[in-house]
């Protein structure tokens, strides 16, 4: 189905209850939908924005267009939960109602201050000629009431930048605050722009962040920056949009990693990195946001989608979803990632098996399902590929690989139910080390996300088998492997 402009961005009041009613219903029938992810109600989900914990509870919102699976007249779709979990929905935290958000309130982050939560986002508007402006704006909340600004908080674009200027990441230091924001130059590269605040309401321009050589052509825009630290090293966290494929990096539409630097320097701002790490090593993953949860650790979600791919769910009216929360270590120099302790949460009946797989496939009793969690180490003694296939069926089949000839992991979703991306390939791989794996894997209904070695790498993609498609299989190839698992399904 084609949308027209007028289509995309109407406003929620104006659309007619039986309309919502009928969209509801057509999305509760799509085959895909989700038991334990973040999904929209109806309609389109993509960044996690404004996520904090604030008043004994995790904030998270998303963008969401409402009424298809397209991108559209955004709003703030408002989540809030005790563990990070179980996730109780909200409705509507930030609607386009102001002249500075006209066509959509775009992305931003949150930051508690004086027991508030302020919210700074960005607002794009468009004149009638379908120019682009964008504002930064901020709302705040108090007693679960949120309250939008009359005006924008910054309202000009510093000359020798485009209109693509979004996504502030808000911080406080020395008393002061800061926020970094993702910018376009006019010679069509990506950059950062600094800017600062002594009351998150009058903010100056500070200047763009000076990058090394290679960084100033990394991507024709930056977005969804964001800056923190774990394990007392500073983290720099963006989604560069432009990169060309090399070998088996930046192999999807857009991408999302992080830098090591040194702290930023709110003088004289710099990011000096030597590595770009990717975030995710699947198909599926973008725009992630973080924060600190009531322990002490950093938290990460992101959007488990891409934007201008279309998916399978789009034909139920609705599309997207979020990845598991993950906390956030750094080992030997690279962040790792894993799922919330909490997330165990969701266990219930469980299975467990030992055994020796010598050039066979094998599957075992209670190892089968939609939505589970697996947890899996294979130890190889003289076999040259093992691995799992999931959500296998009739034609069907999600297949996990580890090559110990090539030191290579992959995903392979070529038969993984219906196609769709197919463009950008159907297998993401990564190096791997060693004669033995450790795997936790994460599967939903349309979903599957593949946690190594300790979050080493992570692997996360959607996939649209049939619902019948439900087995699991354990293989190996030229040789014996050992085998450890334990089954958890898991429930709603």
């Avoid at 809030?80 to 909200?90: G, K």
């Avoid at 009431?145 to 000359?159: A, C, G, M, R, W």
């Avoid at 710099?270 to 009531?294: H, I, K, N, V």
Wanted: aromatic share 14%.
């Amino acid at each position: 189905m084609e949308w027209t402009r007028e289509e995309r961005y109407r406003l929620l009041d104006d659309v007619d209850e039986q309309e919502l009613i009928e969209l509801k219903r057509r999305v509760d029938d799509s085959p895909y939908r989700l038991h334990y992810h973040i999904q929209p109600p109806i309609g389109l989900l993509n960044d996690p924005n404004g996520f904090a914990y604030y008043n004994g509870e995790y904030h998270l919102f998303y963008q969401w267009f409402p009424l298809g699976p397209v991108h559209g007249l955004k709003h703030w779709y408002h989540l809030t939960s005790t563990d990070l979990v179980q996730w109780e929905e909200n409705g509507v935290g930030i609607a386009p109602t102001h002249y500075y958000d006209s066509h959509g309130a775009f992305s931003g982050t949150a930051m508690e201050h004086d027991n508030k939560l302020y919210l700074m986002y960005t607002g794009n508007t468009r004149d009638q000629e379908w120019n682009r402006t964008s504002y930064q704006a901020v709302a705040v909340m108090e007693a679960g009431e949120i309250t939008k600004s009359d005006h924008p908080v910054i309202s000009e674009l510093p000359p020798g930048y485009t209109s693509h200027f979004r996504d502030p990441k808000l911080w406080k230091e020395g008393g002061m605050f800061y926020a970094l924001i993702g910018a376009q130059r006019t010679n069509q590269t990506g950059c950062v722009l600094l800017y600062q605040s002594s009351d998150l309401q009058t903010w100056d321009f500070v200047g763009e962040v000076n990058v090394q050589e290679e960084l100033k052509s990394f991507g024709f825009m930056w977005e969804c920056p964001d800056y923190l630290k774990v394990d007392g090293e500073h983290v720099f966290m963006f989604c560069p949009q432009g990169l060309e494929a090399d070998g088996m990096h930046y192999q999807n539409l857009y991408q999302s990693g992080y830098m090591l630097i040194d702290q930023i320097d709110v003088d004289q701002p710099a990011l000096y990195s030597s590595t770009f790490y990717e975030f995710d090593r699947g198909f599926d993953f973008y725009a992630p946001q973080t924060t600190t949860d009531e322990f002490g650790n950093k938290v990460l979600i992101g959007w488990m989608g891409l934007p201008e791919i279309e998916y399978p769910s789009d034909q139920g009216g609705w599309a997207h979803c979020m990845t598991i929360p993950r906390e956030l270590r750094i080992e030997c120099g690279k962040l790792k990632q894993m799922p919330v302790t909490a997330i165990t949460k969701r266990r219930q009946t469980s299975r467990h098996v030992t055994d020796d797989l010598l050039n066979e496939q094998q599957s075992y009793d209670g190892f089968s399902g939609v939505s589970y969690e697996l947890d899996c180490n294979l130890r190889a003694t003289t076999a040259k590929r093992m691995g799992i296939l999931v959500r296998t069926g009739v034609g069907e089949q999600t297949k996990l690989i580890f090559d110990l000839e090539t030191n290579l992991f992959t995903l392979d979703r070529s038969s993984a139910g219906k196609p769709f991306a197919i463009d950008y390939g159907t297998t993401r791989s990564c190096s791997l080390k060693g004669s033995s794996i450790d795997l936790r894997v994460f599967v939903d209904t349309s979903s599957i996300e593949v946690f190594l070695n300790g979050g080493e790498e992570v692997f996360t993609a959607r996939i649209f088998p049939d619902q019948k498609s439900d087995g699991i299989v354990f293989f190996t190839e030229g040789g014996e492997a050992k085998l450890e698992a334990s089954f958890y399904r898991y429930h709603s």
